[in-house]
Structure formats: structure tokens, C-alpha cells
């Protein structure tokens, strides 16, 4: 047998450009390009190894509610100059800072926030006296429809796949769920239409719910061990 992993690539990012309706992230993905490098040539003006290593950050740092304090730990860099660059992003996509100030505004008036499929996620401390309880809950708001969505999805996926393989009549079986990766134990002779398999069930786990304005996209993996298969 083979273990086969099957990652959803940059899935947060993704439900980033749906939710906040960003056209140029929405363009990127559609294309198949480097969401990080595009970023880097939007953000920094040019697009080598530093810039992307820089706006990799950012980009992940935004879903969660990055300060300039954190970015600048992050990045090795002045505090100020952090902030800029937090500016800078938020000047490019401003539909980010919208999404997050309609977030928060509703997580202030409902003492929650939902994923795409209607999860309810509870933001108790919102309207807390306590600033740093405060913003944890507004972080939290903010994050929690995309990390959300996304633990939405891979669940959605994992009954499906299973049933696939079962009426396929493969002796493949889903082992392991981490984060937004699947991993699955196939005979050698089955791994390749295993793979196929549950790589087109999970692309298309938020239909017929939820119809994505970009692409998901699952980079895939075999090997005799879960680090061989990455």
C-alpha cells in the first residue's frame, strides 16, 4: 500500500477572495497564478523571492488579524515599517477592510459570525469592557467565516470520498484528516484512480451550496510515508 495526501492549496486565501469579493485575487487563482508573487508585484511593486517571502506573510497574516506588531516580528522589520505595509495591502484590496469592518459590525450586533453554510461561530466577548478580550473576539470574527468555510468543506468532502470509494468498489480507505489535507491508504495498483477520484470530489465539496467565485484547487501527493507523500 501507499499513503496518497490530498491538500486544499491556499483554501483560506480563496474563501478570502470570495467573501470580500476581491476581482484581482478572484482573477489570480481562476488563472492558476502565484497568489503570493501577484500580491508582491501589487503591494511591494516588484515580485522576486524577498517580496513573495513578505507578502506570503501578509496574506496569511490578514486572515488572522495581523498588527504591525505581529508583521513586523514576522518579517524581521521596524514597526512602522509594518505598518505601511498592512497600508499598502489594504489600499490594493480594500474589500478586505471592508469585509472586516462588516464582520465585526455584525458579530457586535449578533454576538456571532457564520460560515458560507451557515454555521453559527460564537464571538462572546465582542462587546467586552476588556480591550484585549475585545480584540481577540474581533480577530476571531474575522477568521472564523474562512477558517470556518473552510472546516466546512473538508468535512463535507469526507463522507463523499468514502462513498466513492466504496461504490467504486476500491480497498482504498480514508485514514486521517489534518487541517485541510486527507490522507488515504491505497493498494499501489489503485492509487492513481484513488487519487483522481477523491481529488475531483473534494475540488467540488462546497457544491451545491455554495457556488465559489474561484476555484478550489487540491495538490496531491503519494509516498510510503506522510512526509514522502508532501
Known amino acids: 500500500c501507499i499513503l496518497i495526501s490530498l491538500d486544499y ?8 477572495a470570495h467573501c470580500a469579493n476581491l476581482p484581482e485575487m478572484q482573477a489570480a487563482f481562476a488563472s492558476g497564478r502565484d497568489i503570493h508573487m501577484e500580491t508582491a508585484k501589487t503591494v511591494f511593486g516588484e515580485g522576486n523571492a524577498d517580496t513573495r517571502r513578505r507578502a506570503k506573510a501578509v496574506n496569511f497574516g490578514i486572515i488572522y488579524g495581523i498588527s504591525a506588531f505581529g508583521l513586523a516580528a514576522q518579517l524581521g522589520i521596524p514597526q512602522r515599517d509594518a505598518q505601511q505595509v498592512i497600508d499598502r495591502y489594504f489600499a490594493a484590496y480594500p474589500g478586505i477592510r471592508q ?5 465585526i459590525a455584525f458579530a457586535r450586533k449578533h454576538g456571532y459570525v457564520e460560515t458560507l453554510f451557515g454555521r453559527t461561530v460564537w464571538t462572546a ?8 478580550l475585545r480584540q481577540f473576539a474581533e480577530r476571531a470574527a474575522i477568521n472564523a467565516p474562512l477558517q470556518g468555510t473552510a472546516a466546512d468543506v473538508i468535512k463535507r468532502a469526507m463522507p463523499r470520498v468514502v462513498a466513492a470509494l466504496r461504490a467504486k468498489g476500491f480497498a482504498a480507505q480514508l ?7 486527507l490522507i488515504l491508504e491505497a493498494p499501489l495498483g489503485e492509487a492513481e484512480a484513488v487519487t483522481t477520484l477523491a481529488k475531483n470530489i473534494m475540488e467540488q465539496a462546497a457544491l451545491p451550496v455554495v457556488a465559489l467565485r474561484v476555484p478550489l484547487v487540491v495538490d496531491a501527493g503519494q509516498g510510503a510515508h506522510w512526509g514522502a507523500a508532501h
Open 99 to 103: 469585509y472586516m469592518d462588516t464582520t
Open 125 to 132: 466577548t465582542i462587546n467586552d469592557k476588556n480591550g484585549g
Open 9 to 16: 492549496s491556499q483554501i483560506e486565501l480563496r474563501l478570502l
Open 175 to 181: 485514514i486521517l484528516q489534518v487541517h485541510d489535507e
